[in-house]
């Protein structure tokens, strides 16, 4: 396939306005969730916060008593950092 170099120059603009399309929508979300998810809860829904929050709930594994990070109750609905405990 040859291509004149104002084709390419089309073909990249096109691919870089889709690209940035992608990525708008992205951060358009990504933003949306921080509203209500608290920036601590990870994608398994563990508190990753190294303070005190009345969300937590310490859970233990049944071998060895092994402590692991602390499941988080929150809704996601309501404002999270009034449970944060300073
Ligand atoms: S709401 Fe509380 S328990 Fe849940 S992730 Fe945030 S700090 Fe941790």
Redesign the pocket.
């Known amino acids: 396939m040859n291509i004149s170099n104002p084709q390419r120059k089309k073909a990249l603009e096109e691919s870089l306005a889709k690209l940035w399309d992608i990525y708008q929508g992205i951060a358009d979300t990504a933003t949306e969730v921080s509203k209500s998810r608290?920036?601590?809860?990870n994608a398994l829904d563990q508190?990753?916060?190294r303070?005190g929050?009345?969300?937590?709930k310490v859970v233990t594994t049944s071998k060895c008593n092994e402590k692991t990070l602390?499941i988080?109750?929150?809704s996601d609905k309501l404002d999270?950092r009034d449970?944060?405990e300073s």
């Open positions: 608290c920036p601590y809860k508190c990753t916060a303070f929050c009345r969300n937590q602390p988080c109750t929150g999270y449970a944060w």
